[in-house]
């Protein structure tokens, strides 16, 4: 079945995001070594808000454009009226320019994370719900019982929703007039709709290592169901370990803490357990899509040994606050986010690539890694030095402090042209392909 063009509008403009957001992090490092630069015209306060709004339109455009061109390969065509994911495309571009010029002029919301200002909220939130519809409407065509990426899919919509519309309570004078009241609906927002692409995510991971090596198992099994159980269980109550500000009994945040890392490992299990049974010849078949997968899992343990030792109350006084905690969150959005979105786009685009593309790829790929490795360590040097001067009684100043911090800087700079380089690597083969199919 010909596959309709406007899932490759998802995905090509969400490539054009990551490479953006990779530029803009780059930026944001040159001037963390040399602070004069751009900063009349790019401040660094415009490039943090920038950076979130690109990295967060990556993963949802790519995660989106994803699930649409999937569910027309298993025979859900959205088919009624074809122009809602035209709309839906429209109005998430709509309100992504919109939000970059309203930061560029230095208009913003002044909340942490979404920094928009509040009506554009309303768009970004039609937009959702036309992709529920369009989601629904098309998964209603399914007469068997449905699949855990089904679920996974569905879950990851409905709870986006929600929590974005939850996370601008704070309009009401109940909420915003009451700080603890505030906060904790804040993060608990913020919190719920990364558990929420993480489910848009999760399926389609699941999706991708099953259309390789089907199998009953990892769609029907036991193990799938409970990476599903524990990640919306995570997605509701997880975002309690980050909130250590808010007044609340220590168990709350032991629990969420536990569950949230138990949710990391079962992923782990999952992708370790699709490793084990493929063949040699399914692995060469699809190269990229398996060395992204792989890849993705053992980001997992490096961040899962992070998120422990920083979970830690005692260590945690010491790293919150700095570099180390970014590097953690860092780790998460690039190492394990990112090469499971571009496994699925490797599915999806990179079958008939030429001999030397993909070698350009695999190439794209060491680099990328190599790279990144680097930008870690370079971020907890510089989160090291920060703790020790934020903990320390000897006056040392800022400036002094910033100063101590270059090398770890300048190794998050060099990475971050490394990791951009690696990623235009591998996705200029793709966005040829995409090209392709849409002038078809």
């Known amino acids: 079945m010909k596959a ?3 899932p490759y509008y998802f995905i090509g403009l969400s490539m054009i995001c990551l490479l953006a957001c990779v530029l803009m992090g780059l930026t944001g490092a040159f001037q963390y070594v040399f602070p004069a630069l751009f900063k009349s015209l790019l401040s660094f306060e415009k490039i943090r808000p920038m950076h979130t709004l690109l990295a967060t339109s990556w993963i949802l455009l790519a995660a989106i454009g994803g699930i649409y ?3 027309h390969q298993e025979g859900l065509p959205i088919k009624a009226v074809r122009w809602r994911p035209w709309l839906h495309f429209e109005l998430f571009v709509g309100c992504g320019l919109t939000a970059a010029g309203l930061y560029i002029a230095g208009i913003f919301g002044g909340r942490e994370y979404m920094e928009f200002v509040y009506p554009l909220s309303a768009p970004i939130l039609l937009g959702w719900l036309l992709f529920a519809y369009n989601y629904f409407t098309a998964v209603a065509q399914w007469t068997k019982p449905w699949p855990v990426y089904f679920w996974m899919w569905a879950t990851g919509v409905v709870f986006f929703i929600f929590t974005f519309s939850e996370s601008f309570l704070w309009l009401f004078p109940y ?5 603890v009241r505030d906060i904790t609906v804040q993060w608990k927002a913020n919190g719920a709709l990364v558990g929420s692409w993480n489910m848009l995510i999760y399926g389609t991971s699941i999706y991708v290592m099953n259309k390789i090596k089907p199998d009953s198992k990892s769609v029907r099994g036991t193990l799938p169901f409970a990476l599903f159980f524990v990640g919306l269980t995570n997605l509701m109550f997880g975002w ?3 909130t250590y500000i808010v007044p609340a009994a220590p168990w709350v945040r032991h629990v969420s803490y536990l569950i949230s890392m138990t949710e990391w490992l ?8 699709w490793k084990k049974s493929l063949l040699p010849e399914t692995k060469l078949l699809h ?3 398996y060395k992204l997968l792989y890849s993705a899992n053992v980001w997992v343990f490096i961040n899962l040994a992070i998120a422990l030792l920083i979970s830690i109350p005692a260590i945690n006084y010491y790293t919150h606050g700095t570099q180390i905690t970014v590097a953690h969150a860092m780790g998460t959005t690039i190492g394990i986010n990112t090469p499971l979105l571009l496994a699925s786009l490797f599915l999806i685009l990179g079958q008939k690539l030429k001999t030397t593309q993909l070698a350009l790829s695999k190439w794209g790929f060491l680099i990328f890694h190599g790279s990144l490795g680097l930008f870690f360590l370079g971020l907890l040097l510089a989160g090291l030095i920060r703790s020790r001067w934020m903990n320390s009684a000897t006056g040392e100043m800022f400036q002094e402090m910033h100063q101590a911090s270059l090398p770890g800087f300048l190794m998050t700079l060099v990475s971050g042209l490394g990791i951009t380089t690696g990623l235009a690597l591998m996705l ?3 966005w040829r392909e995409v090209i392709v199919r849409i002038k078809r």
Request: charged letters at 10%.
């Open 287 to 289: 190269l990229m899509t």
């Open 4 to 6: 309709p063009k406007y």
């Open 266 to 273: 079962l992923l782990a299990r999952v992708i370790f357990t």
């Open 428 to 430: 200029w083969p793709l």
């Open 240 to 242: 309690a370990h980050h």
């Open 69 to 71: 061109f999937y569910l």
């Open 175 to 179: 909420f915003r007039n009451h700080i």
